[in-house]
């Protein structure tokens, strides 16, 4: 796994943030819960993720019902504090009202 400098801020505040808040099963999200998810979704990650590499988000695109699945290179838990432009990019392609807009694009891999 690499260790960016994105991944190692990330990886600190969570660990302050799991010592203060303490994680909680009720906030574990379980496999039927990902299958219950039906508007269109757009899953941003990083090939890097701390939490499930990037097998696990495979498996949560496969879950999905209808999902639009991103990973970046060299990012981990927030891909979007590497390049914030591409993701705004990204998440108004997939907000775009018209779906004929998101196709043409080509940026979405579905």
Same mark, same amino acid.
């Given at each position: 796994?690499?260790?960016?400098? +994105? ?10 943030? /799991?010592?203060? &808040?303490?994680?909680?099963?009720? #906030?574990? *999200?379980?496999?039927? $819960?990902?299958?219950?998810? +039906? @508007?269109? +979704? %757009? *899953? =941003?990650?990083?090939? $890097?993720? @701390?939490?499930?590499?990037?097998? *696990?988000?495979?498996? !949560?695109?496969? !879950?999905?019902?209808?999902?639009? %699945?991103? +990973? #970046?290179?060299? /990012?981990?838990? =927030? @891909?979007? *504090? ?7 990019? =990204?998440?108004?392609?997939? &907000? ?6 998101? !196709?043409? /694009?080509? !940026? =979405?891999?579905?």
């Amino acid at each position: 796994m690499k260790y960016t400098d +994105t991944m190692r801020h990330e990886v600190r505040g969570i660990q302050k943030g /799991s010592r203060w &808040l303490r994680f909680r099963p009720e #906030f574990t *999200l379980t496999e039927w $819960d990902f299958h219950k998810v +039906t @508007p269109p +979704t %757009l *899953l =941003l990650r990083g090939e $890097d993720e @701390p939490f499930g590499g990037p097998e *696990l988000g495979r498996w !949560a695109a496969t !879950a999905v019902k209808n999902v639009a %699945l991103q +990973t #970046f290179p060299e /990012s981990g838990h =927030l @891909p979007w *504090l590497h390049n914030p432009e591409i993701h705004t990019s =990204l998440v108004c392609i997939f &907000l775009a009202p018209n779906e004929n807009v998101r !196709a043409e /694009s080509g !940026a =979405l891999k579905g």
